[in-house]
């Protein structure tokens, strides 16, 4: 999986000289925590939830509303290119799932800003790598049947589950190993299109092995 099958391709972008209250309009109307920053198709910065607020006026004090109003003025005057963030990590569609996740935890970032050819064509947030990465690794939503086997992440192991599957004609979705803490041997889930795993699952306790069918919801 490549971050071009990721990211989030429309984009809404907003130039340097839009005030902060126009930048605060646009981020709630349409529900955004981070807009890239674009002049003539450049990408110039990017500007946060976040940061705009920390500079949100206080709430209004009887005894000073003039100061209350000048503070609300001075924001509607103020562009963004004074408190954008200018030193934005990127990426390119081209990066694997694995490079794009790793790039932002190094750079401690909730979203990378995808560029091609000069031109932003994405982004890719925290919740893209959930919803299109881990959703499908867990099977959410997904239609089938998910079956643990302990001791099936092993190379020998492995060979006989999806010979044994094969036979019984399930259809992989998908599959990961993992290792729980404390033991010598990594365990097998696997994703399945059918609810019918009976007879598969019979025959893999036949052969020795431990197998639950994985709970997916509340």
Known sequence: MYLRDIMTTDV????SNTTIMDAKRIMGAHKLKRIPVVNRGKLVGIITK???????PPEPNPRDLLEFSYNIARLYRTPIRDIMQKDVVTATPDMTAEQAVWLAQQKKVGALV?????QVVGIAT?????????????GIDE???????????????????????????????????YKRRGRAKKNLVIHLDSLDVEQCMAELKNKGYKVIVRVRNV
């Open 143 to 177: 239609p089938g049947t998910r079956l643990e086997i302990a001791g099936g992440g092993e190379g020998k192991a492995l060979e006989e589950i999806i010979s044994c599957l094969n036979r019984a004609d399930q259809n992989i979705t998908t599959l990961h190993i």
């Open 50 to 56: 976040r940061s705009l607020e920390k500079i949100a």
């Open 12 to 15: 809404i972008t907003i130039p």
């Open 126 to 138: 925290t919740n893209d790598f959930f919803y299109k990465i881990l959703n499908r690794i867990l």
């Open 114 to 118: 995808v560029v091609e050819d000069k």
